[in-house]
């Protein structure tokens, strides 16, 4: 059972930076992948950005975080992180740590998931 923890989140004023962080425990050396996930205030849930282990591994990061985000991941492959500059109000939201199976080049299917950590960005 993989479990994983987030840490990082707050409340920053729009333009502000946060970085986010995640720790996985029982990793299953089959999960190809990890990833940024998060809920907004309205309830959607959305996709921020992919990691797909590996030398054809492939990043994949949400239009609307592109340019401000960077996930980056430690070579031991059970932690990864999430930069977040110039953050804006809608990026407000619940944020989740995933862990899962990849195909090729990127990221297939999340089959595990942490608790979440809050981002709050005010005007």
């Known amino acids: 059972q993989v479990q994983l923890v987030e840490y990082g989140g707050g ?6 930076s946060l970085r986010l962080g995640c720790l996985a425990s029982g990793y299953d050396q ?3 992948c990890m990833g940024w996930w998060r809920r907004t205030p309205g309830g959607e849930r959305e996709v921020v950005a992919t990691v797909r282990h590996g030398a054809r ?3 994949v990061y949400a239009d609307s975080v592109k340019g ?3 996930i ?6 059970n932690s990864v ?9 809608e990026d407000t939201a619940l944020y989740y740590c995933a862990s899962g199976r990849g195909g090729r080049n990127y990221c297939l299917e999340f089959t595990s998931w ?3 950590t809050q981002v709050t960005v005010s005007s």
């Open 11 to 16: 409340s920053v004023q729009a333009g502000g």
């Open 30 to 32: 089959l999960d190809h």
């Open 57 to 59: 591994g492939k990043i």
């Open 68 to 70: 401000r985000f960077t």
């Open 72 to 77: 980056s991941q430690a070579n031991a492959r």
């Open 81 to 89: 992180s999430l930069e977040m500059n110039r953050l804006k109000p």
């Open 114 to 116: 942490g608790q979440g």
